[in-house]
């Protein structure tokens, strides 16, 4: 166990729809990077939050958006759901400033559009 | 980013030596991973080496670095059944921090 939370575990939606992940980061850990993997394109970086603020994008498509609250958990919306879009959905945490950036993962969330 | 490339299949033997190789292109990269990914599981970090390293030791894996020709490799001693997976090699990209994952390697090991 990552310490790295996420909720739900599985999604089925519509296309057209929007959806909201949620991740609990470890304790301690001010980052969260949230990634995409799928079978075309295998493992992909789309952002990261330290401390509530963006820091640096990756590959997300305009109609994902992503927040750190206070309390440093992490939502991920997907709106306008394609089938494209159906791919297990991580989440990382990691304690910035301090080498080597280990990233510890959470399960993951399966999202299938249908 | 840059690519990070890995082979996409090994089947070794119960108790052999599984050697997983990864060549990276980005020469800047400080850290070098390697996860592994159960069926149905998240991301487990293994190990990591820092890249003014050439070897890093840890039970029954071996990291071995070469960064003149940016090769990565992961060596598993006396390989199990359990480490039947899919093993990941990443680099930092070039955001500074997040990782740049290869394809995978997916392990198959036989009794």
């Known amino acids: 166990d990552s310490g790295v939370t996420q909720t739900p575990k599985h999604l089925i939606t519509a296309t057209g729809q929007r959806v909201t992940l949620r991740c609990s980061p470890r304790s301690g850990d001010l980052s969260v990077y949230w990634y995409q993997q799928s079978l075309d394109q295998g493992l992909q970086f789309l952002i990261q939050?330290?401390?509530?603020?963006?820091?640096a994008k990756g590959n997300i498509l305009e109609r994902f958006s992503a927040q750190q609250f206070p309390d440093l958990h992490s939502e991920l919306n997907l709106s306008s759901l394609e089938l494209g879009d159906s791919a297990l959905y991580f989440c990382?945490?990691?304690?910035?400033?301090?080498?080597?950036?280990?990233?510890?993962f959470g399960p993951g969330t399966r999202l299938t559009v249908t | 980013g840059e690519d990070v490339e890995q082979s996409l299949f090994l089947s070794v033997r119960e108790g052999d030596s599984s050697v997983i190789n990864c060549t990276y292109t980005?020469?800047?990269?400080?850290?070098l991973y390697w996860y592994k990914q159960e069926p149905g599981a998240g991301l487990q970090l293994l190990t990591y080496i820092f890249s003014n390293m050439d070897m890093k030791q840890d039970q029954r894996l071996t990291v071995l670095l070469n960064k003149k020709d940016k090769h990565l490799s992961l060596r598993i001693a006396d390989t199990q059944t359990g480490d039947s997976a899919i093993y990941f090699c990443?680099?930092?990209?070039?955001?500074?921090?997040?990782?740049?994952f290869g394809k995978g390697t997916s392990l198959l090991v036989t009794p």
């Open positions: 939050y330290y401390n509530g603020e963006e820091r």
């Open positions: 990443a680099e930092i990209s070039d955001s500074g921090y997040a990782l740049n």
């Open positions: 990382a945490s990691s304690v910035e400033g301090r080498t080597p950036y280990e990233q510890y």
């Open positions: 980005d020469s800047s990269s400080t850290y």
